[in-house]
């Protein structure tokens, strides 16, 4: 099952999150594909309920793909136009629950019940007579697994009907050529539901699963493995906890944690729960922290990672702008970020493609804030996560040449490497990267 875990020779993922399907298949064409982006990750596409919040998406009513992102001929048509780009697509997959609400007519016009779904769910189809509750504690793995996330009616993954059930909804968005899927609250199912559920479908894509890594949890990440790649929460914890503390130095050996294999992790700075959680890192983090980081997990070998493209907000449920239509190039930003177009992001989607699984090498660290490195003979990064400029003479494996420091703006400023070493002045809180991709 190999091809459920290999994001391929462009590992990098776009999370676009609420973003319509044409203003996906806009982007995909004007700038993702072209900058050498591999996929996108999107939106939950289902019908689900109605309201201003974003996360009416996390709560499907049906399989018809009507959502505020758009149809099923807008989604379809978006799948074509990301693959004539070079963009696979990843769908957001909501398999452990339906919805949290009493009862309601969703986005495509179907009504339901908090446990009638009519024409697909009802009362047996649930794990009410397991757990009439929501999840207490996560030290238990039944109720972590048959009770309720925040409400939400949770489906009994582990009936034949069930599995027949979302396993037929797989397959509908796999017929419209979808390239992968991330599978929401994967905790909160058996891994072997999982298994059987993606064993029925006819064709296997890339699957990330949200597994949140806790402490001291009953149900632990390593479980899931055999259904694909496991998005590595420990990762996001440890960047937070060094571009915001200061020591990046022990980064060093993240690729040699007791984690998830880096073959088998999906890994992010932040993702859209996390960018609304206090002290994670976040588009307007302090010290350009945000951007750094995500210098260092484009640059290290670990894990496909994943960059979150969202809007900023002053309300934790506050909706996409203008209905979810994104725009990043027409000078009407609303508050859409377009990090994926930030010039340090997207120049280190080039250094990840050039460098492939090139090894890490010429570490280098003269203070805990200060970290450089190498990978293979084909890029170099250094990042100074600390206030004061840091002037150097670095290692590199490079061969001699004039390179484009590809965190400026059209190779505004270059670096020189002569006999396996150059000097360099990076700036407080700033970085340089350069490949063999991008030369002067
Ligand atoms: C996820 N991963 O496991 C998503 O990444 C996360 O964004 C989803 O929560 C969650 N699982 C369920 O799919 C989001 C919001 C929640 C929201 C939920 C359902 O973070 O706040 O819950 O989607 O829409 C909301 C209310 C709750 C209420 C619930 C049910 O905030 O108070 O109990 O709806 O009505
Ligand atoms: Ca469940």
Not at 175 to 186: E, N, Q
Request: with cysteine.
């Amino acid at each position: 099952l190999q091809s459920r875990r290999v994001p391929g020779d462009k590992p990098v993922i776009i999370q676009l999150f609420e973003w319509t399907w044409d203003s996906v298949a806009s982007e995909c064409t004007s700038f993702i594909g072209p900058a050498g982006y591999g996929f996108v990750q999107v939106s939950p596409p289902a019908e689900h309920v109605t309201g201003e919040a974003w996360w009416t998406d996390y709560q499907p009513v049906s399989y018809k793909l009507e959502s505020k992102r758009g149809n099923r001929e807008q989604f379809a048509s978006m799948v074509k136009t990301c693959q004539a780009a070079g963009v696979g697509v990843i769908v957001d997959t909501i398999l452990n629950h339906m919805t949290g609400a009493d009862s309601g007519t969703g986005t495509g016009g179907s009504s339901f019940t908090h446990y009638n779904y009519p024409g697909i769910y009802q009362e047996q189809d649930f794990n009410r007579d397991q757990c009439n509750g929501n999840i207490e504690d996560y030290s238990d793995r039944f109720q972590v697994q048959n009770c309720m996330l925040s409400n939400l009616a949770d489906l009994k993954t582990g009936s034949d009907y069930t599995r027949g059930r979302l396993a037929e909804y797989i397959d509908d968005l796999l017929s419209l050529g979808v390239d992968g899927l991330r599978l929401d609250a994967a905790k909160h199912m058996p891994a072997e539901d999982i298994g059987n559920i993606l064993s029925r479908t006819s064709r296997q894509v890339y699957i990330t699963q949200e597994v949140i890594y806790g402490d001291n949890e009953a149900v632990q990440p390593e479980e899931y493995l055999d259904n694909g790649a496991v998005q590595e929460f420990r990762y996001t914890y440890a960047l937070r906890d060094a571009f915001l503390g200061g020591d990046i130095a022990s980064l060093a050996d993240i690729n040699n944690r007791d984690w998830i294999n880096g073959a088998d992790a999906n890994v992010f700075v932040a993702n859209h729960d996390t960018e609304r959680i206090d002290g994670d890192l976040k588009y307007d983090s302090p010290a350009n922290s945000y951007v750094l980081a995500h210098v260092f997990s484009l640059a290290y070998p670990y894990g496909a990672p994943s960059v979150l493209s969202s809007y900023s907000f002053s309300q934790q449920d506050a909706g996409s702008p203008n209905n979810g239509q994104a725009s990043c190039s027409s000078g009407n930003y609303d508050s859409w970020l377009c990090q994926h177009r930030w010039t340090a992001i997207a120049g280190m989607v080039g250094f990840r493609n050039t460098v492939g699984s090139g090894d890490l090498n010429n570490w280098q660290s003269p203070q805990s804030s200060r970290i450089a490195f190498g990978r293979g003979s084909d890029g170099f990064v250094a990042i100074n996560n600390s206030d004061g400029e840091w002037s150097g003479e670095f290692s590199t494996s490079l061969p001699d040449g004039t390179y484009c420091n590809v965190l400026s703006e059209n190779c505004g400023s270059t670096v020189d490497v002569s006999g396996g070493s150059f000097s360099a002045t990076i700036s407080g809180r700033d970085a340089i990267a350069f490949h063999t991709g991008a030369t002067a």
